[in-house]
């Protein structure tokens, strides 16, 4: 029988306790320090980066982190088709998770499914949940790791959680960070897809944190940690008495899970605020603030503004990924926004350049 609401079980401990201090006085420190605008720009590219990287890798994408890198900007692999969709699927996906924390959309359901239609299909098309049982098998023995509730439960059981989502983040009870979290966990038990849970989940997660004030100016990337222990990952989200659903483990205690994630943001946004500190040794300013009236393509391409001045339609197609055809209405928009200028209007290939008040935020 399922309940009416989703209520995890754990207790805090003091581990749990000392990892969210160290979270608070890292994001405390970070927020007041100012980090210049290349900077910015160059620490949210190297985390969007790792976030595709790790968390593809996760799943079993046989890319490298440079590999992941050459494929965002175009190359190809051969014999590596798959792991290279995989990758521009999940980059989507990242892009749309800041549009939606950008415009500060509200927490609902369609967008979470929004996010696993990219992941899975490069499509920001809301995608319905399994019709049908999902095991999870050990790879090697073929043994049940992990059988989900059965596909007419998914529905409500997403509903639950999306719901106490909602009140959590309203209610502040639970720290943050322990919200997204339990999200996290339960997400993954739910299992609502046949494939791509893992991926969503983590999305989730990231969405959970930066809409709630625990975005770190989007430079960290929690997937590293998770990659780089795969068992421990792993063996904390296998809890419970039984590898069945409804035989205990929707009812077990997620407190190892929560020590493992609160550990692990801990440890990422130490590792940031040391990167933030040193860009202020360097006597930066901060224009963060500024910088989130952009949409992900814009901020994409004030690196290349940065290094030349001007672009050609070519050139901004290149840095984003896109064809000219899809840039020319887009640089049309960002003239009639104010982010764009034309450089020469009488050449008959256009020079863009940037608008006087985002030219001073990159060579400020």
Sequence with gaps: MIGLMFKPVF??????????????????AVAELPIDVPMLASLRATARLLSTHYSTQIEGNRLTEAQVQQALSGARFPGRERDEIEVHHYYAAIEYLETLI????PFAEANIQRLHGLVLDGRPTPTPYRDGQNVIRDSGTGAIVYLPPEAQDVPVLMKHLLDWIKVQCESRELPVPLVAAAAHDQSA???PYYDGNGRTARLLTTLILQQQGYGLKGIYSLEEYYARDLAGYYAALSIGPSHNYYMGRAEADITPFLTYFLTGMADAFAKVRVKASAAAKRGASDRSSLLRELDPKQRQVLDLFRRQGSASTAELAQELGLSP????PLCAEWIASGFLIVRDPSRRNRLYRLAPVWESVITG
């Design 189 to 191: 038990t739910i299992h």
């Design 102 to 105: 950008a415009s500060r959309a």
């Design 11 to 28: 207790q805090i401990t003091p581990a749990m306790t000392t990892a969210l201090m160290a979270i608070e006085a890292d994001r405390q």
């Design 325 to 328: 055809r899809t840039v020319r």
